[in-house]
């Protein structure tokens, strides 16, 4: 209890600790992906930043200096990256700058990147908080998978971005995302996936690194934005439209932090910034950070994309199985399938448009489809209403309502027991109740309106826990995110963010609308 | 000028110690001096300038010297010393903040110097005999003083914030300089004296060198340099 009251004093004490400083840098450099802080010497390293002219004044002969040997500028097709420094002649202008670390480099990165005009009299470099810092540890590189669980350093050195910005909705969710792939070689990570369910040293690697890969994002301190990818910002003026005006369901929206609920926290910047450096509240509305995010589906289809290449639709409703043509299955649920309406499986015809993996049953395993008995969950070769053999809440007899979001929970369908048998990485599709009020997302069709993935991991202060310092506000249950030691956590991007966030039965358990198995059941 | 005064001091001296009725005198001073700086300037770089803006503060350090001259018997109970001194401070340190673009909202960062005067001047004191052994005075000094600014250093105000490179260079100032004292001297013996005074003293002015980055030669320099100083005296009369 004591732990806890501690726990909870300290964040409220970093929510409302916010200073300023009257300092106004020439250049505005903001950490938009942090360098990897330990590299092993031969690995290459990626970081990538975002650059304002903050002086009011246009500017000339802009130039990158100090960059230790070996570090270099390297372009990058993205939309809002400028390989030429000259895109920041403007006042205001702004662009992404991509910097890339050689593998021969041995000596540890300390400040910079340093940006200066006017033949290097005016120079200005991030905030301490967001300078290069990476210790160089001698090599050689791991050769094996498990060495290389949470290196990403291949996977950072690629585009995230098509460089075609997505028309498919009201103004934009931005750039559509590139597939990405494991490094081929020093080290070769090609061979460390598998899609065999039995081979527990490949699925208990893909486990970590997922997991690895969804920390190394929440530690970007992104917000939740209507994005695919990690690197694109809502333009000041999107499709003719101020962006703070964006509506909550339409593409390029973002969390806006000034009004979030639940007001009693009423923190304007996100929940675990230090209100200091570029950590505050002018670079969190006006310059942009709040402006940079993904949210839950496309944080999910991200991490698996950067983790292993694996590619799935980034869309709720789609990702979690039903049609992606027209909305027909947007009722329908894991235990309301029937024979003439079954939610998809990955065919990898459009591997993009792919589900994420398979469903899960109640016992934990995966459905079959394969003329067993036990396809569907025990449903045989069809779904069988009759049955309430998914992991679910939703039942197949769902009460009538009035209400087009019709399910109706029952959250005893899923016991505490049931927690332990999912897995690291399984993803979890939330659906709410009529009239709940919550959780309607910005899925305007679909039942399912939120995605989350389940860590495995524990609130605690252990080696393997998550320490209750970690754990993110949320607004759908103000009054029961706050940690408690033993309770479940998982990872998703709602509200502030990707962030660690207590596995609650009000907002997460007790909404559950299906489970879906990716690791081990689909490959890139 | 401050030359004319003093080679006029120096002919004035020589035939004064040269007088069979002149004690010699040889005082010993240190104490704390309080100076009151302000700078502020702006300096061209080309394609933008900036201003130094130094705040009138004060900055307290120590002033030592020695005094070289002779007292006489003017009138019953008053004597007078002229001789020649010289002093030198411990640095004054300057400090101001940088507006790049000459734009307050872009102080981004903030300097320093530091500034150590030799002066050389004339010195006179009247003293008044009271009890025989307590010598309330008045004094004034007439001089030159060789001002060094040096060591410019800027500090950026956050870690954003990057310093100019290359700084300031090192300049020293010639100036005419002045001083008026009060206080009390105490004969401790026939030949020894021990004192307390206060001193005004105008230093003048001080300006740093150029940088090469800058167009033209302005420079940043200090109005003149006021100090008040408390003094302890000690002076061997032969």
Redesign the interface.
């Known amino acids: 209890m004591n732990k806890y009251f501690k726990t909870l004093s300290g964040l409220m004490l970093s929510m409302i600790s916010v200073n300023s400083?009257?300092?106004?840098?020439?250049f505005?450099?903001t950490s938009n992906t942090k360098i990897t802080p330990q590299l092993v010497q031969g690995q290459s390293g990626t970081a990538i930043y975002q650059v304002i002219n903050n002086?009011?004044?246009i500017l000339?002969n802009i130039v990158l200096t100090h960059l230790p040997a070996g570090i270099t500028q390297v372009s990058n097709p993205g939309p809002d990256y400028c390989n030429n420094l000259t895109a920041l002649n403007s006042p205001g202008s702004l662009c992404l700058i991509e910097l890339h670390f050689d593998s021969y480099v041995n000596s540890s990165l300390n400040g910079g990147p340093?940006i200066?005009t006017?033949?290097?009299?005016?120079?200005?470099?991030?905030?301490?908080s967001d300078?290069l810092l990476t210790q160089v540890t001698p090599g050689p590189v791991a050769q094996t998978c498990t060495g290389n669980e949470n290196n990403f350093s291949y996977e950072l050195t690629q585009p995230f971005d098509s460089g075609t910005i997505d028309p498919g909705t009201i103004y934009s969710w931005g750039p559509a995302r590139n597939q990405l792939f494991l490094s081929p070689s020093n080290p070769n990570l090609t061979v460390c996936p598998t899609e065999d369910p039995s081979n527990s040293n490949a699925i208990n690697w893909m486990r970590s690194r997922l997991i690895a890969a969804e920390s190394f994002w929440v530690s970007q301190k992104l917000n939740y934005c209507h994005h695919h990818v990690t690197d694109f910002y809502t333009p000041i003026t999107s499709y003719g439209s101020p962006r703070s005006a964006i509506g909550t369901s339409d593409g390029g929206y973002c969390s806006n932090a000034t009004s979030l609920a639940p007001a009693n926290y009423g923190q304007q910047i996100r929940w675990n910034y230090s209100g200091t450096?570029?950590e505050t509240v002018n670079t969190w509305v006006n310059q942009n950070r709040m402006w940079y995010g993904v949210d839950c589906s496309d944080f999910t289809s991200f991490v698996y994309n950067f983790s292993f290449g694996i590619q799935f639709n980034s869309d709720t409703g789609y990702q979690a199985g039903q049609s992606n043509v027209g909305h027909a299955q947007d009722f329908l649920l894991p235990n309301t399938q029937t024979s003439g309406s079954i939610l998809g499986i990955p065919t990898y015809s459009t591997p993009a448009n792919d589900p994420a993996g398979l469903l899960l049953c109640k016992d934990g395993s995966v459905e079959t489809r394969s003329g067993s008995p036990n396809d569907y969950c025990g449903g045989g070769s069809n779904p069988n209403p009759s049955l309430n053999g998914y992991f679910s809440v939703f039942l197949n007899d769902q009460p009538p309502t009035s209400d087009s979001h019709f399910p109706v929970n029952t959250p005893s369908n899923i016991t505490p027991a049931m927690l332990n048998l999912l897995k690291p990485g399984d993803l979890l599709y939330l659906a709410f109740p009529p009239g709940s009020g919550k959780g309607d997302g910005n899925n305007p069709t679909s039942v399912v309106t939120h995605v989350i993935t389940w860590t495995g991991q524990k609130v605690g202060y252990g080696p393997d826990d998550i320490n209750p310092t970690q754990i993110a506000p949320e607004s759908i249950c103000p009054t029961n995110w706050q940690p408690q030691v033993g309770d479940w956590v998982i990872i998703d991007s709602h509200y502030q963010g990707p962030d660690y966030r207590d596995f609650t039965s009000c907002f997460y358990q007790n909404n559950i609308w299906g489970v879906r198995r990716v690791i081990g059941y689909m490959h890139s | 000028m401050q030359k004319r005064i003093l080679l006029a001091g120096v002919f004035l001296f020589i035939p004064i110690v040269s007088l069979a009725a002149l004690r010699p005198v040889f005082t010993l001073s240190s104490g704390f001096a309080n100076a009151n700086m302000r700078s502020s300037t702006s300096i061209n770089f080309g394609s933008f300038q900036n201003s130094y803006v130094g705040g009138s503060h004060s900055d307290t350090d120590f002033d030592s010297g020695l005094f070289l001259g002779g007292e006489a018997l003017l009138l019953q109970n008053w004597s007078g010393q002229i001789g020649l001194s010289y002093f030198q401070n411990s640095p004054f340190v300057e400090s101001g903040t940088v507006y790049q673009f000459s734009d307050p909202a872009f102080n981004n960062l903030n300097y320093q110097y530091q500034i150590i005067s030799r002066r050389i001047s004339i010195d006179a004191k009247l003293l008044y005999a009271f009890c025989q052994i307590w010598h309330p005075y008045l004094a004034v000094s007439l001089g030159e003083a060789f001002n060094k600014a040096y060591n410019y250093t800027e500090t950026p105000a956050s870690t954003a914030d990057v310093s100019l490179t290359p700084p300031f260079g090192n300049h020293t100032t010639n100036a005419f300089s002045y001083s008026l004292g009060l206080g009390i001297d105490l004969d401790i013996t026939n030949h020894w004296r021990l004192g307390l005074g206060y001193r005004f003293v105008d230093l003048g002015s001080a300006s740093l060198g150029v940088t090469p980055s800058q167009i033209g030669t302005h420079t940043i320099s200090n109005t003149p340099i006021y100090v008040n100083e408390v003094l302890l005296r000690i002076s061997f009369l032969g």
């Open positions: 400083f009257s300092d106004t840098p020439i505005l450099i002086s009011n004044r000339n340093i200066c006017a033949g290097n009299l005016l120079c200005s470099q991030p905030y301490q300078q450096g570029s």
